[in-house]
Nanobody, 115 residues
């Protein structure tokens, strides 16, 4: 079993920045891709970004150029640096990790972009 714990959510003004963290623990041997999804109010969960254990990253079109994912394999942690935040980025952000075809999820952290 893999346990994922997100942190770093909160309230930020439009144009501001925020960094999310996701720490993995438990049976972490074999962890492959990690990343973030988000769920906006009234909408389905959407992929924000992902990174393989080799460091290859992908981004959703709506966050390209503004969000950056990074990964510290020694700490089993991924980070999401979010810059130039917009009101439409308001969502619950969920960390996920893939291990041997199984997907694990964190409980989510709320990011609210508002003035």
């Amino acid at each position: 079993q893999v346990h994922l714990v997100e942190s770093g959510g909160g309230l930020v003004q439009p144009g501001g920045s925020l960094t999310l963290s996701c720490a993995a623990s438990g049976s972490i041997f074999g962890l492959d891709t990690m990343g973030w999804y988000r769920q906006l109010p009234g909408k389905e969960r959407e992929l924000v970004t992902s990174v393989t254990n080799g460091g290859n990253a992908n981004y959703g079109d709506s966050v390209k150029g503004r969000f950056t994912i990074s990964r510290d394999n020694a700490k089993n942690t991924v980070y999401l640096q979010m810059n130039n935040l917009k009101r439409e980025d308001t969502a619950v952000y969920y960390c996920y990790a893939i291990k041997f075809l199984a997907t694990y999820w964190g409980k989510g952290t709320l990011v609210t972009v508002s003035s």
